[in-house]
């Protein structure tokens, strides 16, 4: 519900039938949206709980989702430019950066996708829906859970084992970041009915260099080549299959910003790449010629993307 008073703009989640479950994901949604502020998270503006109704009041996001403008009712007229899209990833990853590193107790929001990343009047990510989020005590890297998300976006230790930790969103954002490049949905459904994630659908590409391919077509050539080198590098990094090899979001933040945004920086070598060869021999053979093709750091060079 989208409500109008006084020019302030605000969006009202009503819950439609009390399930022991939904007034779970209620509370806890209002737990930690009641904890954190961060530009690029939806802010709460308030919330009722009374008899047998749940409201939570948040701040009105006039470009909806990107699952809107990736895959939805604003995919045709194609919105989201180049620069938006780098601008988008950037903010989605330094609220996700907040919620580990800086919220207090830190927080997994364990459902980072298209949908739940919400765009304000300049198309400034904000990410939402923290029904499913989970505060980690201090000095506990991993909690063991019933699994929640959504297919496609899953970490593959979460899906299997429910091991959650922060790589478990590290992950999701990687695939987030595929998606926010290719406008390929996490799982596809293929003619005949075989389904395909944007795994398997990106890996020979990248294994072959062929990042054309991979950056959607509606944006018709206006992408800038070695920033989309240097955020699918960045992604595959994200969606490394063990969660230790993973970056953290702090490391996604400045990797982006240092490789893409205006501000070029250098990262220190003890962040540098010391298990990319292993992790690439296996799956990518020729991925150590890309890697000094694309000046993809190795052990010996500092981390500078671009
Ligand atoms: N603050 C907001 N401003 C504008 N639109 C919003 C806001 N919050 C949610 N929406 C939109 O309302 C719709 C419903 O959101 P909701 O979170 O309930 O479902 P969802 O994100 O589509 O799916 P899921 O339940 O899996 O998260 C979505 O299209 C979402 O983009
Ligand atoms: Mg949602």
């Not at 950037?90 to 929001?109: D, F, M, Q, R, T």
């Not at 989309?228 to 490391?251: H, Q, T």
Request: charged letters at 25%; proline letters at 4%; hydrophobic letters at 40%.
């Amino acid at each position: 519900m989208q409500a109008n008073t006084w020019n302030l703009q605000i969006a009202v989640k009503r819950l439609k039938t009390m399930t022991a479950k939904a007034e779970m994901e209620f509370a806890v949604e209002v737990e930690v949206l009641g904890r954190v502020r961060h530009k690029n998270l939806l802010g709460l503006r308030g919330f009722y709980a009374g008899g047998d109704e749940r409201l939570i009041v948040y701040d009105y996001m006039p470009n909806h989702s990107l699952l809107s403008h990736l895959h939805g009712q604003f995919a045709t007229d194609c919105l989201l430019d180049w620069p938006k899209r780098i601008s988008i990833a950037i903010g989605a990853a330094e609220g996700l950066a907040y919620l580990h590193h800086e919220a207090n107790p830190h927080i997994i929001h364990r459902d980072i996708k298209a949908s739940n990343v919400l765009l304000d009047t300049e198309f400034q990510a904000k990410v939402a829906d923290f029904g499913f989020a989970k505060l980690i005590p201090e000095g506990v890297s991993h909690l063991t859970t019933r699994v929640k998300g959504t297919l496609g976006y899953l970490a593959p230790e979460y899906a299997m084992w429910g091991k959650v930790s922060g790589s478990c969103d590290v992950y999701s954002y990687g695939i987030l970041l595929l998606e926010i490049v290719s406008a390929k949905k996490p799982i596809e459904k293929l003619p005949g009915g075989v389904k395909r994630d944007i795994i398997q659908w990106v890996t020979p590409y990248v294994q072959k260099g062929n990042f054309n391919h991979i950056v959607d077509e509606r944006l018709k050539g206006h992408f800038d080549l070695e920033q989309l080198i240097s955020v699918i590098m960045v992604a595959m990094r994200c969606i490394d299959s063990s969660p230790e090899k993973r970056p953290s979001m702090l490391e996604v933040v400045e990797w982006l910003k240092g490789g893409i945004g205006k501000r070029k920086k250098d990262i220190p070598p003890s962040l540098s790449y010391k298990t990319d060869d292993e992790k690439y021999e296996g799956n990518f053979d020729d991925f150590k010629t890309m890697q000094s093709r694309l000046k993809i750091p190795s052990h010996h060079d500092k981390l500078k993307i671009r």
